[in-house]
């Protein structure tokens, strides 16, 4: 079988679409095992994620062309790929897209299945109609379409943000991610702007901190600035977390949902003489950890613990951290721009739940927390009820802890955090901060 870009997208798409494979990890593979090109590698990439970005768009164009039942498993996907391109790559010229699906159409298709002549004839079709769209009077309908979230989703983010951010907020999930930086303890901005521009990258501040830089092209693990730890890959947004808290060195901190550790070593970059306890409910992600504190030389200001966080109040004594950072497990809305799939996976129900097992992390390290200790609550999601709702139920049972004005990154003082993804170039996040009263 040939090997091309497409070809590599079509055998992964196949597997991700009827088999619900994770993308990156099959995707992954496949460019591993191809000797593609650079170039091609990146197309590759191109189309499955946008492929499955706009699954939702896509079927719906190619619906009233498909006639008869698709036997081959092939074919789904390769129309919905070739229609990607075809609407979205306006560098590549329509013969070619589907003169490459006809090669793969032949390639992939059993002899004299006729696969060819079908695919051909619904992507010429396609061609001739056009683009179509639901109604506009339709709204949720013509949204969900139109972006390709799911209808439940589009409704959802209308009702909490309305007919105006609503929209922005889902078309915001479908732009391009610039790649951010963060400046760690061990740089300092001029060096590694100097480094950049010496090593061709272009950057550019980030409009939400003074310590975060935007990257292109967005492959600085290979730099020495990333290898001797003066930048590591953390969104601005989520750098904000641990700049809500007040260090003053010493203190013993806990991070109750750590991995992969992007927020623990920043902690230990705060830290003198005091400690983070790292946690995570699965052991295998600890390493994630130890490898990042490792690279930015923070190994002995960090322990790690696989541990369940709703049951942390039965390993620790009470009063024991200074500081307790509850990075929630969450539905991950604030990241559908880098991953396409979070919009088809997630569902109401896992937002009721998720929010039950927040409020729970929360109760168990209450305990924990010294008199007068902060307590910083984060999510990379933008619900209300995984974000507001679970700040209000946990005050409700709390009373001796009070929510506490945060002022962050070029932020203005305010009660709570909550940044959308179309605000900042940054996923959506949010933050609240207490104090617990004795
Ligand atoms: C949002 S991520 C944390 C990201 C991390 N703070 C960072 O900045 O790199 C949430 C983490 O919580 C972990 N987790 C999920 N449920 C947990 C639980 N009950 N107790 C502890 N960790 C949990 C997940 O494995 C995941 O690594």
């Not at 650079?38 to 499955?52: P, S």
């Not at 990075?327 to 009721?352: M, Q, V």
Request: charged share 25%.
């Amino acid at each position: 079988m040939m090997t091309s870009a497409r070809s590599v997208a079509l055998q992964t798409l196949i597997k991700v679409l009827n088999n619900n494979s994770y993308s990156n990890i099959v995707l992954n593979n496949a460019l591993e095992k191809s000797n593609l090109s650079h170039t091609d590698k990146a197309l590759a990439t191109k189309i499955v994620y946008g492929t499955i970005q706009y699954k939702i768009y896509l079927e719906y164009q190619l619906k009233p062309l498909i006639k008869t039942r698709l036997k081959d498993k092939f074919i789904k996907p390769l129309l919905l790929m070739s229609a990607y391109q075809y609407f979205f790559l306006e560098k590549v010229p329509t013969n070619a897209i589907f003169d490459e699906a006809n090669k793969l159409a032949k390639s992939f298709g059993k002899k004299n299945s006729g696969s060819y002549r079908l695919v051909n004839g619904i992507l010429r079709s396609l061609d001739r109609r056009g683009e179509i769209l639901p109604q506009k009077q339709d709204e949720i309908k013509y949204l969900s379409v139109k972006y390709s979230y799911p209808e439940w989703l589009v409704k959802y983010l209308i009702e909490q943000f309305g007919s105006k951010t609503g929209p922005e907020i889902l078309e915001s999930g479908n732009k391009a991610i610039p790649v951010s930086i963060r400046i760690t303890a061990n740089g300092q901005l001029q060096e590694v702007e100097q480094a950049l521009t010496k090593e061709k990258f272009e950057y550019r501040l980030t409009p939400l901190t003074d310590h975060n830089l935007f990257v292109h092209p967005g492959q600085v693990v290979k730099t020495d600035l990333f290898k001797e730890g003066k930048i590591t890959i953390q969104d601005s947004a989520a750098s904000l977390a641990v700049d809500a808290f007040d260090f003053n060195g010493d203190e013993k901190v806990l991070d109750a949902c750590a991995a992969p550790g992007g927020k623990t070593v920043q902690i230990a970059e705060h830290l003198i003489t005091g400690t983070v306890t790292a946690l995570d409910i699965h052991e295998n992600k600890l390493s994630l950890i130890k490898n990042a504190a490792k690279r930015l030389k923070v190994s002995e200001k960090v322990k790690t613990k696989a541990c369940d966080a709703r049951l942390a109040k039965d390993y620790f004594s009470q009063k024991q951290f200074d500081k307790i950072l509850v990075d929630a497990p969450c539905s991950g809305l604030g990241l559908i721009r880098r991953k396409p799939e979070i919009r088809y996976e997630k569902s109401l129900a896992d937002i009721e739940h998720l929010s039950k097992i927040q409020l729970d992390i929360l109760n168990s390290v209450a305990p924990l927390l010294v008199e007068n200790g902060e307590l910083v609550y984060s999510t990379c999601t933008i619900t209300k009820q995984e974000d507001e709702d679970v700040v209000e139920n946990f005050l409700q049972m709390h009373p001796d802890f009070e929510l506490t004005t945060i002022q962050v990154g070029n932020l203005d003082k305010q009660k709570m955090v909550k940044i959308l993804p179309n605000q900042y170039d940054s996923d959506g996040f949010f933050i609240a901060k207490f104090i617990k009263r004795g």
